[in-house]
């Protein structure tokens, strides 16, 4: 008999099979026993009746302990009501092997208990159906990000971990001895080296862990989360935009073609996701400047106007991303941000110095930036002038600035945070869930 995977049920309709897995519920009719089987790559409903098994095994079925492992065997009928991922699929249960009973005391609905329990059981709630599709689609997003790179002419080029200085700010660096060399961060970005490594290999992309110790506690929010970092020589910032614009939509597609099935059993409403093409909508800092305040006026509800509160200079903030993006249905491109709410490296608009050639990228929903981006400076002097203005030690960037020196070209490259963007596609409330164990402020526990 062959051993199927669940998520391929449907193409063994009306044959014997055997699922090797897990009992994810159970529940007694009498004369019948449900079983919801998840194996790994679905859950499928195994229907045990007692007239088709003998009476010991039936007995063992009915005081089958939740998250027992198993291996059934039966035959898989089609039948539209059948609960499951993909679900529309049961299997009669002809045999039963129980590989372990599991111990009784397992803390069985993890939901009643609220997320600091899940979280604390983060290593038995990844088993939970939410939780099991959210990082298929996560893993689905990490293939999509390889293969739009890897066909588009980029080499992957990795950058290190520990790093002797800062990329986006001095506030959020985790530090930690480094034999006699005196301290050493954990990397919040390799864009630094990326900018090195684009002048040997022309296009390049890095992907990894980053660290921030972010003191915030939001729901988008991590202080170890993976971003993945392109950066391309001889490229300026709409054709930038043209890039992550391309990038983005073969996310979305590869996902909607392969994690249908776990995007449905979250609950998310497809058609918003079918809806993302190029272009992307752009609008500068200054015009969303100016919508904000419309809509500030707009605002009759006092406690929302206080929220949308905006000046000319600040960063945004959570509402101010949400307000604009709900004013469309794709994700939207911000470009051109004050030059003091920036990192150091990025390149002036030409002829405004207090704005730079910036670019966030806000995802629809309220889901906020997901990617950040920009045209890197090109000037030497001003670079230096950036790094002393910025409290930055002029010894760890020499490198950075013999970049400047030796064929240098106009450059821009970005950022996209996984967790973000596997937020937004799953339409989850929370980052921490998009990733498999989360790191927060108060949390390095399981
Ligand atoms: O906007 P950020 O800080 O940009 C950079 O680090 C640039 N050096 C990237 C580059 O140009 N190569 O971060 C980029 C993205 C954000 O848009 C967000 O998606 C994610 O990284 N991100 C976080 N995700 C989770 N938790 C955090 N604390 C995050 N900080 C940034
Ligand atoms: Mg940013």
Not at 382 to 388: A, G, M
């Amino acid at each position: 008999m062959k051993t199927i995977r669940v998520e391929e049920i449907a193409n063994y309709a009306g044959q014997e099979v055997a699922v090797r897995g897990w009992v994810y519920n159970r529940t007694d009719k009498g004369k019948l026993v449900f079983l919801l089987v998840r194996d790994g790559s679905g859950f499928v409903q195994c229907v045990a009746f007692k007239g088709d098994l003998s009476e010991a095994l039936f007995e063992q079925i009915v005081r089958l302990p939740q998250e027992s492992s198993v291996i059934v065997s039966g035959l898989v009928r089609e039948d539209k009501r059948a609960p499951g991922i993909p679900g529309g699929y049961e299997i009669g249960v002809r045999d039963l092997q129980i590989v372990q009973a599991a111990a009784e005391d397992y803390p069985m609905a993890l939901k009643e208990h609220g997320p600091d329990f899940a979280l604390d059981h983060r290593h038995l709630w990844i088993r939970m159906p939410s939780q099991w599709a959210i990082l298929r689609v996560r893993a689905t997003v990490i293939a999509a990000i390889r293969e739009w790179f890897d066909t588009h002419g980029f080499l992957n080029v990795d950058a290190p971990i520990l790093t002797p200085a800062a990329c986006e700010g001095t506030t959020t660096l985790f530090e930690t001895e480094y034999f006699d060399e005196g301290k050493a961060y954990l990397t919040q970005s390799g864009q630094l080296y990326n900018e090195a490594n684009i002048m040997a290999f022309g296009k390049v992309y890095c992907f990894g862990p980053t660290f921030r110790a972010e003191k915030s506690k939001t729901r988008r929010h991590l202080t170890e989360f993976w971003m993945v970092e392109p950066e391309i020589a001889f490229c300026d910032l709409d054709q930038l935009m043209e890039i992550e614009e391309q990038f983005v939509t073969h996310i979305v597609r590869r996902v909607l073609r392969d994690r249908g099935p776990e995007l449905r059993s979250l609950g998310r409403d497809l058609s918003k996701l079918e809806n993302i093409a190029p272009p992307f909508p752009r609008i500068s800092y200054d015009e969303a400047a100016k919508k904000l305040q419309e809509l500030y006026e707009a605002e009759t509800d006092p406690e929302k106007k206080e929220l949308l509160k905006f000046e000319w200079g600040i960063d945004f903030g959570s509402p101010h991303e949400t307000a604009l993006t709900n004013l469309y249905d794709k994700p939207l491109f911000v470009y051109g941000y004050p030059t003091a709410v920036k990192a150091f490296y990025m390149e002036p608009w030409p002829g405004r110095p207090e704005v730079c050639k910036s670019v966030d990228l806000l995802a629809p929903e309220g889901y906020g930036e997901i990617i950040g981006g920009s045209e890197r400076m090109s000037s030497y002097d001003l670079l230096l002038q950036r790094i002393h203005e910025h409290g930055l030690p002029e010894e760890a960037f020499k490198w950075y600035l013999d970049l400047r020196k030796y064929g240098s070209v106009p450059h821009s490259g970005f950022g996209m945070g996984v967790e973000r963007t596997v937020a937004w596609l799953c339409g989850i409330e929370h980052i921490r869930e998009a990733i498999p164990y989360p790191r927060t402020i108060k949390r390095v526990y399981p």
